[in-house]
């Protein structure tokens, strides 16, 4: 096995938040839709007990939990489609290349207008601190599960998890 002593020292001090951060997506991927489904039941049927509700009601509750992880897997997608091009690259600002040498160089009217489509990486935003907010708002929307009353709540948590897990994985 790897020994994390032998590992460099970032990799050596993300071990043990990563691992808790695993341990965490337990709960997050195997139990949301149910969690959903039971604040459904509860605001809908007055009970969050399943088992005795009525089909209606079940029936029901199951689509908004499938819901809520269909809007986590479009923002984990969404997430993971944007999020490279706005990472700032792990290079010398002198040694950077690709599009940005085109954008510089191209003087027309097409190449104006994809230069301001085109993100530009945010210097400060390294993978680093990217992993970092994703960990951080993982923990808070773990946190805040306490205080979720209603489907649509319960729902942007689980929406809003879709960004840790695409920057987590």
């Given at each position: 096995g790897v020994q994390t002593c032998a590992l460099p020292i970032c990799p050596a001090n993300a071990t043990p938040p990563q691992f808790a951060s695993w341990i965490g997506w337990f709960?997050?991927?195997?139990?949301?839709?149910?969690?959903?489904?039971?604040i459904y039941a509860e605001t809908h049927w007055g009970s969050s007990d399943l088992s005795t509700a009525p089909?209606?009601?079940?029936?029901?509750?199951?689509?908004?939990?499938t819901r809520a992880m269909?809007?986590?897997?479009?923002?984990?997608?969404t997430t993971s489609i944007?999020?490279?091009?706005?990472?700032?690259?792990?290079?010398?600002?002198?040694?950077?290349?690709?599009?940005?040498?085109?954008?510089?160089?191209?003087?027309?009217a097409a190449g104006s207008l994809?230069?301001?489509?085109?993100?530009?990486?945010?210097?400060?935003?390294?993978?680093?601190v990217l992993w970092t907010i994703s960990n951080a708002t993982?923990?808070?929307?773990l946190l805040s599960t306490y205080f979720a009353s209603s489907v649509g709540g319960a729902s942007v948590m689980i929406a809003a998890a879709g960004f840790s897990w695409a920057v987590t994985n």
């Open positions: 709960p997050v991927l195997f139990f949301s839709t149910t969690w959903v489904a039971e089909n209606d009601i079940r029936e029901l509750a199951t689509r908004a939990g269909l809007f986590h897997s479009v923002v984990a997608l944007l999020l490279p091009s706005i990472i700032a690259p792990f290079q010398a600002a002198d040694t950077r290349s690709g599009s940005s040498s085109f954008l510089r160089s191209s003087s027309t994809l230069a301001m489509v085109t993100p530009r990486p945010l210097p400060w935003l390294s993978l680093s993982f923990s808070i929307l």
